[in-house]
């Protein structure tokens, strides 16, 4: 069985920075494409970035792009998303996705295979 646990979700203020990790347990991970996702209270849960199986490709969200940045250690079979100069809007619940693909494309809504439970970012004004 496949199980994705994030952590690192915590209460900042804007600018700030945080880590979120995402441990993945089970047969699944190294030659798959990984992921962020992000819902927002009242919002539907979009796509914040994306990491292929070896790590040489990645993909971001408009939003987010430059100012976070998805890395992926498979010996440790952890992903991570480093984000920096936090706003307000980014606060949400963040999940961590696992894609049959191995490719980033393979990372979306109806491509994500496994999930994990949610960590949440609360950026203060």
């Known amino acids: 069985q496949v199980q994705l646990a994030e952590s690192g979700g915590g209460l900042v203020q804007a600018g700030d920075s945080l880590r979120l990790s995402c441990a993945a347990s089970?047969?699944?991970?190294?030659?798959?494409?990984m992921g962020w996702f992000r819902q927002a209270p009242g919002k539907e849960r979009e796509f914040v970035a994306a990491i292929s199986w070896s790590g040489g490709r990645t993909h971001y969200a408009d939003s987010v792009k430059g100012r976070f940045t998805i890395s992926r250690d498979n010996a440790k079979n952890t992903i991570y998303l480093q984000m920096n100069s936090l706003k307000p809007e980014d606060t949400a619940v963040y999940y961590c996705?696992?894609?049959?693909?191995?490719?980033?494309?393979?990372?979306?809504?109806?491509?994500?295979?496994?999930w994990g439970k949610g960590t949440l970012v609360t950026v203060s004004s």
């Open positions: 996705a696992a894609s049959l693909s191995a490719q980033t494309t393979g990372v979306t809504e109806t491509g994500v295979e496994y």
């Open positions: 089970g047969r699944i991970f190294i030659s798959n494409a």
